[in-house]
């Protein structure tokens, strides 16, 4: 089983900036993807960024240029800088892994708890 754990969140004005950790923990033998998905009060959770192992990063179109995924693979650690942030981006942060374990044949889906970020205007 894999363990993601979520850090960064918080309050910060329009404008401003937060990063988020997710580090990945377990019998992990393989990850092939982690990225983050949002989901706002009376919405649907939404693709917000990935990264995958050959190198892929599609986004949002409500955040490209302003978030960056990045990926720590000695860490299994995934990041999302968000910059220039807008009260619009105000939601809970999921992080998510694809990934396999020592005692799997497959990759599967694992999910973090979630980080609230509160962008005030």
């Known amino acids: 089983q894999v363990q993601l754990v979520e850090s960064g969140g918080g309050l910060v004005q329009a404008g401003g900036s937060l990063r988020l950790s997710c580090a990945a923990s377990?019998?992990?033998?393989?990850?092939?993807?982690m990225g983050w998905r949002r989901q706002a009060p009376g919405k649907q959770r939404e693709l917000v960024a990935a990264i995958t192992n050959g190198g892929t990063t599609p986004y949002a179109d409500s955040v490209k240029g302003r978030f960056t995924i990045s990926r720590d693979n000695a860490k299994n650690t995934v990041y999302l800088q968000m910059n220039s942030l807008k009260p619009e981006d105000t939601a809970v942060y999921y992080c998510y892994a694809l990934s396999k374990t020592n005692y799997s044949d497959s990759y599967s889906w694992s999910w973090g708890q979630g980080t609230q970020v509160t962008v005030s205007s």
């Open positions: 377990g019998s992990i033998l393989s990850i092939n993807a």
